[in-house]
């Protein structure tokens, strides 16, 4: 390969280095600090050092200590970007092996057999860059597993990097002994500047997806208990009923209301009602099936759509929950019960809000009763409550409001 001057390809390097660093920290300080990205930033920002420096091996009296502090620095980026996806995993900083490679380094350099091997200083800087290369790998790993679209480029990439460190380690007998007549130098240079800027770019891309899925999350999700929303109600129980409606399965809808919620608040206070909501939400959880979606409609109102599901299988689920919630009255403040209207969609149709108008009607039904029990409909129609279906088909407001104290 022809070689380019090494000092101008050391100063464009460095100069790429810096400016990706620089672009990196500033989407990092973007709204809350990504710490992933500082820490990319950060190890782009000392191998720009380290370039700089290695300008200075073209003078003798600074040959030693240049190699010594140059990889130092050079190591210590590629520990950067490990400790970056190590963040990224939700794992915590580990500074001892931080440092550990640049050590390591430090401690050879002490060897003057080692730092006169041109051959042996390449394989011994190339062996510990893979090792946090290698690092880096297991961090992304289970992110690629759950989101492979996404962390694919930062694979690929960290990949072609390492495998380019392995072609390095074996000494070419070619190889003179001058480091700026490297035959490979030029290709050294010019793969740093393709993976200095293909690493910024996958990891935004990773960060910027994650902060997606979690917007996502937060906008489909309650927060207080964690369960899908109105809106997520919506999106996922319009899409379930699309998929049984063409072989016909039954899907039942369950609508579950705490009897004398107002009292729990007015009697123990608010905090005393969130705990309690954020328990039935729980019992929700563990009475329902993974498949099935549960979610709170508002208030104390919250709603399962369960598919092959019929109306005594219903029934059943509704007993579970109700049995559920009496088995924790220890935990909560006072006695509570709830009462839960189902309707099904053989009997009432494939349209979501007209299924959850039906399951409002049953629900009524079962707090006329005198709450605590379990109606179906169409019996509850008898019950003689028709709700407004201006107000059942309202997807900003509450849905199903009751005449009647809750």
């Known amino acids: 390969m022809v070689n380019f001057d090494p000092r101008t390809l050391l100063v464009v390097e460095a100069f790429v280095l810096f400016l990706v660093g620089g672009l990196t920290f500033l989407a990092a300080i973007q709204g809350r600090r990504e710490r992933t990205l500082l820490w990319c930033a950060t190890g782009m920002w000392l191998a720009c050092l380290g370039f700089l420096l290695g300008v200075t091996r073209e003078y003798a009296d600074l040959l030693t200590l240049s190699i010594i502090v140059t990889n130092m620095l050079m190591i210590t980026g590629h520990a950067c970007l490990w400790i970056s996806l190590r963040v990224f995993g939700g794992r915590p900083v580990s500074w001892r092996w931080l440092g550990a490679g640049a050590l390591v380094w430090l401690l050879l350099c002490q060897w003057p057999a080692f730092l006169s091997d041109t051959d042996l200083r390449v394989a011994a800087y190339s062996v510990l860059c893979l090792g946090y290369l290698g690092a880096a790998l297991t961090e992304v790993w289970p992110e690629w597993r759950r989101y492979p679209g996404v962390a694919t480029p930062l694979i690929v990439f960290l990949a072609i990097h390492a495998l380019f460190y392995l072609y ?9 002994q001058i480091w700026r007549n490297w035959p490979d130098f030029t290709l050294v240079m010019f793969e740093g500047l393709f993976f200095a800027i293909s690493l910024s770019f996958s990891i935004l891309m990773m960060v910027r997806a994650r902060a997606e899925r979690n917007y996502r999350y937060a906008a489909l999700h309650d927060v207080l208990t964690g369960l899908p929303n109105r809106r997520a109600l919506f999106e996922q129980g319009e899409l379930l009923l699309e998929q049984a409606r063409p072989s016909g399965v039954d899907v ?23 705990r309690v909501l954020a328990c039935f939400a729980q019992i929700l959880s563990q009475s329902v099936d993974a498949q099935d979606l549960r979610a709170r409609l508002g208030g104390e109102e919250f709603v399962v759509v369960a598919a092959n599901l019929g109306p ?8 579970r929950i109700r049995s559920g919630l009496s088995a924790q009255t220890d935990s909560l403040p006072c006695c509570l019960t709830v009462s839960v209207g189902i309707a099904c969609s053989r ?8 299924l959850l108008a039906r399951a409002d009607q049953a629900l009524y039904a079962a707090k006329t009763a005198g709450r605590d029990c379990i109606r179906v409909w169409p019996v509850a129609e008898a019950a003689g409550h028709v709700p407004s279906v201006a107000v059942a ?6 849905l199903g409001e009751q005449p009647v104290d809750a």
């Not at 390095?168 to 003179?176: G, K, V």
């Not at 039942?252 to 969130?274: I, P, R, S, T, Y």
């Not at 005594?312 to 007993?319: D, H, K, N, S, Y």
């Open 347 to 354: 009997q009432a149709g494939y349209d979501l809000d007209r």
């Open 168 to 176: 390095r380690i074996p000494a070419s007998p070619m190889q003179p």
């Open 393 to 398: 088909r309202s997807r900003g407001g509450r």
């Open 252 to 274: 039942a809808v369950l609508m579950c209301d705490l009897d004398w919620f107002k009292q729990v608040n007015d009697n123990f206070g608010h905090e005393a009602g969130d």
């Open 312 to 319: 005594l299988g219903a029934q059943e689920l509704a007993t």
